[in-house]
Each structure stands twice: as C-alpha cells, then as structure tokens.
C-alpha cells in the first residue's frame, strides 16, 4: 500500500540507495531523503526540480511512500511560492518566443535536438 503522506517517512535512507541524482551529485542535499524531509516541513524548495520519478526510490521505500507523487506535489508548491530555476525560465522564454523549449527550431537543427 502506498501513501503520499510525507510524515510516513521514517528517514531510514533506503530510498537513496536506488536514487540517481544522488549517485550523480554525490550530496545528501541532493538526495530523496533530504527532499522527503523538506516535504515534511513543507518547505517548497528549488530541490524539487531534481526529483526524478523512476519509481526506484518508491520501491525502495519500506515505509510505501508514492515519492513521484509526493516530488510533483512538492514541485507544484514550489512554482506556486515563485521558486524556479535558470532552466526553467529560459524554456518560458523560448516558449513564449519560439513556440518550443528550445531558443531556434532551424531544420539543420533538428538532429542535435534531444527526443522529448
């Protein structure tokens, strides 16, 4: 059974050991676990934006907890309070600009494009 109730979470750090920005940053700060105490505080933090939803953490969770959920949730809180990232405001741009994440759509473009 899961939950997306952030108290639920007992720290215990399994979530890190199947969590892929921790193994990329190497910083706790990075990690599940922080961001899952963050949700308990119900902090909105720019951190949210690192959140990945593999489903590996939540399957690590021995406490059933919906991570991707709750991360989305959290992400959603953070937008709200105006918390955002340099990345994230250059894309705005660009889509207001050009209609697409990117800064030009030239077709000798396209190839170097990632796939969304």
């Known amino acids: 059974m899961t939950t ?8 215990c750090g399994m979530c890190n ?3 892929p920005i921790l193994t990329a940053i190497k910083k706790e700060s990075a990690s599940t ?6 949700a308990k505080q119900g902090r909105a933090s720019s951190l949210f934006y690192l959140a990945t939803d593999t489903g590996m ?5 021995p406490a059933g907890i919906a991570l ?3 991360f989305r949730s959290m992400r959603e809180k953070s937008i709200a309070a105006g918390i955002t990232t340099e990345a994230n405001e250059k894309m705005k741009l660009n889509f207001i600009n050009n ?3 990117y800064e030009s759509m030239e077709p000798e473009d396209w190839h ?3 796939i969304w």
């Open 4 to 11: 997306s109730d952030p108290n639920q979470c007992m720290q």
């Open 112 to 114: 170097d494009k990632p």
């Open 99 to 101: 209609a697409t994440p």
């Open 57 to 61: 953490q939540e399957n690590a969770c």
């Open 68 to 70: 991707g959920e709750l």
């Open 33 to 38: 676990r922080y961001k899952a105490v963050l």
């Open 17 to 19: 050991t199947a969590d």
